[in-house]
């Protein structure tokens, strides 16, 4: 079976600051896999090099089986920032439809299914979204991310802004319309019982490695440990 993403060595250092010390890893189609650390560790790094967002200083990375990062590849991925990377000269609606152009396989009735569940089908649709708050932003970057359902979707703390009625919203989305999909799935957060409601493997950064990478059920298996318990363990 075909890697969805397969990482090889691969370094990255700001200044003296050694940040990913030679990571391995392969994520394969239909994973679900939550990446955790502390903060610090990299994984906002990781992903933006994963991405091509952040030039790596040594090592490989492919994505589909492709190292080169071309127009098809991008269309077949989301991703939601830890922070929202908007046009916020735009409305919500003049957003959608500039990415719509775009997206040859763009989803407009889940789009138009999102709009109106999160509130952007009234006053808000015609607003500037430098005049939305951080939560409105971060639901917005999240329909942008899901409108041209991606085969690989890559979420750096996605509902860090989002209250927990927000937070609930979006996984239950992400699960129906994303998980059930066999949608490749990477979900960096903090919040771990968000992750323990999604996620089915789990991979900890520590040290600039990848240290320990697992189905969850597994790796809790026998020893007594909830996942917060195990994430204090490995990145002690």
Not at 122 to 135: A, F, M, P, R
Not at 145 to 169: F, I, N, Q, T, Y
Not at 211 to 236: A, C, H, I, R, W
């Amino acid at each position: 079976m075909k890697s969805i993403v397969d990482i090889a060595n691969l370094h990255k250092a700001f200044g003296k600051q050694q940040v990913l010390q030679g990571i391995n890893w392969n994520i394969e189609p239909g994973k679900v896999i939550g990446l955790l650390g502390r903060n610090g560790a990299g994984k906002s790094t990781l992903l933006e090099c994963l991405l091509g967002l952040r030039e790596a200083d040594a090592g490989s990375i492919a994505l589909f089986g492709q190292k080169a990062m071309d127009n098809e590849i991008r269309a077949n991925i989301g991703y939601v920032p830890q922070k929202s990377e908007l046009f916020e000269w735009l409305t919500p609606v003049q957003l959608l439809d500039y990415f719509k152009a775009l997206y040859p396989r763009w989803n407009q009735v889940k789009v138009d299914a999102l709009v109106q569940r999160w509130g952007f089908g009234g006053e808000l649709k015609d607003k500037q979204i430098s005049q939305l708050s951080g939560g409105q932003k971060q639901r917005l970057s999240i329909i942008r991310a899901l409108a041209h359902d991606p085969k690989l979707l890559v979420l750096d703390e996605p509902v860090a802004s989002l209250d927990p009625a927000g937070r609930r919203e979006f996984l239950q989305e992400l699960i129906s319309s994303v998980v059930e999909r066999d949608t490749t799935v990477i979900f960096s957060t903090h919040i771990l019982s968000d992750l323990e409601r999604v996620a089915l493997d789990v991979a900890f950064l520590q040290g600039g490695k990848i240290v320990l990478q697992g189905p969850m059920d597994e790796l809790l298996e026998g020893k007594n440990l909830s996942l917060e318990d195990l994430f204090f363990e490995v990145t002690k």
